[in-house]
């Protein structure tokens, strides 16, 4: 048994909250935020309004919100895009990508997303 855990430094957090965090990601993202519950999350990507393929993600269901996992590379540019929608939506997008990391927790070939606080 491999008791393993490692950081994947290529990823980011950002977190969306709200009354309209769960209508506002419905009508932005590819995959039906309903199958996302506290035991299942979701692959899903961002497009343009053309449907043009721009980010992908995975969606986390977390309290009353949700992670978005997505490339470190690209969290600055997909919360900036995240906020150009959000006009009078009630909801807050974070940037926990300096208060959070992913990590991986692994036997061989399994692993399983967790996001998991720096002390």
């Excluded at 393993?4 to 990823?11: M, N």
């Excluded at 497009?47 to 978005?68: A, D, R, W």
């Excluded at 900036?80 to 006009?87: A, D, G, M, S, T």
Aim: hydrophobic residues 40%; charged residues 25%; proline residues 1%.
């Amino acid at each position: 048994m491999n008791n393993s855990v490692y950081i994947l430094e290529d990823r980011a957090i950002l977190y969306i909250n709200g009354l309209d965090a769960k209508d506002f990601l419905q009508n932005l993202i590819s995959n039906d935020i309903n199958k996302v519950t506290d035991e299942s999350s979701c692959f899903a990507s961002l497009l343009t309004p053309q449907g043009k393929f721009l980010y992908e993600f995975i969606v986390i269901k977390h309290k009353s919100g949700y992670f978005i996992d997505c490339e470190k590379s690209q969290s600055e540019e997909i919360f900036k895009q995240l906020n150009l929608y959000k006009i009078r939506s009630k909801v807050e997008i974070l940037n926990l990508s300096n208060e959070f990391v992913v990590a991986s927790f692994g036997m061989k070939n399994i692993y399983l997303l967790r996001v998991q606080k720096i002390f």
